[in-house]
């Protein structure tokens, strides 16, 4: 029975032509394949369909034709488009540094010993963990100008009414929004970056006579940076082609005030044009493909 | 040192080998399964032929199941979401119902009006359109202009023949001779925004007539205006549907949107000029609510029902509201058609259609589900909880469009409206100028932009022509 055993075991190798490594590498491959496939389904082949179909006219259930450029020059010339641009950067720059500035100062907040760090760190969440529908139609109920809770406020302390939703006030108004359904992911983040960075470090700068500051510069931020170049690309992106914030609130309004290229997408499809509303989208892609180009780039940089 | 087990080793071996394998077997079917996730669905079955589809709906079908084949699958139908929860659901109950009767299995999908066009862009790019489904006639243009729709011509014609024929607004609604050469929809209820007023308000003023003509509105408007309290005229002025009521307003003052072939774009008139002078001079007056130029689909309504604005224009979700939640506003509420403007008075209706994608695997059981919901009895209990107006002879006398006061306004409506786009011409440049909202955004850049109206009119004329050029 013993003797048997070999020759059982070395049957199926004997069999097969393929060596062992060789056998490994189709083994990897093989079980990527099921994630390639199911992106290149999912990822790229839509990617490519927008694309494709941003330079002709097709329409909702027919074929299109190629019209060059036609999209993109209409486009253009209307001036929604003009201010979505416009309108895109100043959101997405601003909520974006907001983000930055109060997402770390919180997460620095929250990494020190206080009272009830957890309760505070649970908390503040909650805007994350909302719906995001819900989050930006209490916002509209909030900014009303009429029976709005911030009015009732304004006009109690003798303010009077403010239209938090008129043209100069719009865009602050989505910006706030806009940062308060989104800083805590950066929150979060940071804080798990934070509890990375070794405090043997802090300690060994400290004896060495390094203050507060020193201590930040030099070790909290090189610590955390991998980190911070991934939420500011991914949160970049994710502010940038969020809709409901803006069409909740302003559906772009007033007189494209906070009109961005989601919302004009989606204005587009109302004419079932989805070349032109795919125009719209592709429109972003370089700014997407820069963004992302200068990401990598500078993780890059850290990581050397 | 431990005793050797040889069936230790064997089951060993057999695991090892085991595992093995199931590597190699499971990757091929972790393969298939991606490839029959992503896989587009098999091909629709045969249609069935339903003989009762020929005959005209009546209750004893609901249980007398056909004698023709079953079909196989699920039977899909997107109905259009209003502000009745028990019209909605008296909707699913009759469609369940005719299902159970037919044998086969349905799921009625209830979709917010405002997301339909979506929603069908993506289905139809996606194959996944239902069997059947409620929309606006402005998608059925475009809908039917791509081919996307089926010809409902026998359906409309039988439907027609057994309720005593249809309403001349009703027909119109659907025209072969406007739309493409057949009925692409069945008319099912007839939308229109009626003026609701504060006529408490107003009476103490000495107005207890409805306004006769928009400028006389304003005036009104002006008497009642008690800023914070109360402004008089509630009417959007944003990117919303409601917003484009405007439309209206400046074709009553003989303001046009485009030329009588529907090719060139005729906004910059003299007759425009004096409407936005109107308009704008009203809101610099400070008659309408702050927030107006980015209300949403509610806005008019929130603001009405907190007492807020003296008039608005509103299809009746507003008058269902109030009879539910607050009387003593209903109470001081009087409902009248659309004010004439200085050239005409327009009171447009806004169809509601049944339609049947060609893509639709039951189009006979369609059919047949269309004629079964034009059913006499069901259709007396739903308009009494909906807010449409009618659109057949044989329910004009039902009931409802006696009692209710928005009823009897809707149906003023069907029979004496004005049909969609009147006076100018309802093709899909037409549909695609309102889809961007340019009336409302020439009024907000005056407002909220503080343009010179010379100029709104100017940007509007040329952004309504780079719309109508696309469809010459």
Known sequence: MLMARPATLQSPVRASRISLSKRTSLLGYALVAPVVICLLILVVYPFIFGVTISFTNREIGTEGQFVGLANFIYLSKVPSFQKAIVNTIVLVGTVQTMKLVFGLGIALLLNQAIRARQFWRGLILLPWAMPAFVAYLTWKLLYLPQGGAFNIIAVGLGFGNIDFLSRELAMPSVILATFWRGFPFWVISFLAALQSVPQEQYEAAAIDGANAWQRFRHITIPGILPVVLVVVLLSTIWTTNSFENVWLITQGGPSDATMTFPVLAYFGLQTLRIGEAAAVSVAMLPVFVMMAFIGVKLLERNQE | ?472
Not at chain 2, 72 to 85: A, E, R
Not at chain 2, 171 to 195: C, E, H, M, Q, T
Not at chain 2, 213 to 229: F, I
Not at chain 2, 285 to 312: E, R, S
Request: charged share 20%; glycine share 8%; net charge negative.
């Open chain 2, 1 to 472: 040192m431990q005793p050797y087990d040889e069936r230790q080793d064997r089951d060993c071996r057999r695991n090892s080998i085991t595992a093995k394998r199931a590597q190699w077997l499971t990757l091929p079917a972790a393969l298939a399964l991606v490839v029959a996730a992503c896989a587009t669905p098999p091909a629709a079955p045969a249609q069935p032929q339903v003989p009762a589809a020929t005959a005209p709906p009546a209750a004893a079908e609901a249980t007398q199941p056909p004698a023709a084949p079953q079909p196989s699958g699920k039977f899909t139908y997107w109905g259009g979401l209003i502000f009745s929860d028990v019209a909605n659901q008296m909707l699913v109950d009759k469609i369940t119902e005719w299902g159970k009767a037919r044998g086969i299995e349905v799921d009625v999908v209830m979709i917010n009006q405002n997301e339909t066009q979506q929603k069908v862009s993506a289905a139809v790019e996606a194959g996944t359109m239902p069997d059947a489904l409620d929309m606006g006639t402005g998608l059925m243009q475009l809908l039917a202009k791509n081919g996307q729709l089926e010809p409902l011509d026998d359906v409309f014609k039988q439907i027609g023949e057994a309720h005593g024929g249809w309403l001349e607004s009703a027909a119109k609604s659907v025209d072969p001779a406007r739309y493409g050469g057949s009925v692409w929809g069945i008319p099912f209820g007839l939308s229109g925004n009626l003026i609701n007023r504060r006529h408490d308000l107003l009476s103490a003023k000495g107005f207890n007539e409805a306004p006769k003509t928009w400028e006389e509105l304003g005036q009104m408007a002006e008497a009642v205006n008690d800023p914070p309290k109360v402004y008089g005229m509630g009417f959007a002025l944003s990117n919303v549907g409601d917003g484009n009521l405007t439309v209206t307003m400046l074709q009553t003052w003989g303001g046009r949107i485009a030329d009588d072939q529907g090719k060139n774009c005729t906004i910059d008139s003299p007759e425009t000029r004096t409407f936005m002078e109107w308009i704008t001079g009203l809101y610099k007056k400070g008659l309408f609510p702050p927030g107006v130029t980015t209300w949403d689909g509610a806005g008019d309504n929130q603001a009405y029902q907190a007492g807020q604005a003296a008039f608005i224009a509103n299809p009746g979700s507003v008058y269902l509201n109030l009879r539910d939640n607050d009387p003593e506003l209903l109470a001081a509420t009087r409902f009248s058609g659309l004010p004439a403007g200085p050239k005409l008075q327009l009171q447009p209706y806004g169809p509601n259609v049944r339609a049947i994608p060609v893509t639709s695997r039951y189009k006979d059981l369609a059919k047949d589900l269309l004629m079964y919901l034009a059913d006499d009895e069901f259709m007396k209990e739903y308009y009494a909880n909906a807010i449409y107006g009618p659109v057949l002879n044989s329910q004009v006398d039902f009931p409802v469009f006696k009692a209710s006061p928005i009823h009897v306004g809707l149906l003023d409506v069907a029979k004496n409206g004005t049909p969609p786009a009147f006076p100018d011409v309802d093709n899909p440049a037409y549909a695609e100028f309102n889809a961007n909202f340019l009336i409302p955004k020439m009024i907000q850049r005056v407002v909220v932009d503080n343009v010179s109206i010379e100029d709104a009119i100017k940007e509007t004329q040329a952004a309504c022509q780079a719309i109508y050029d696309k469809y010459k």
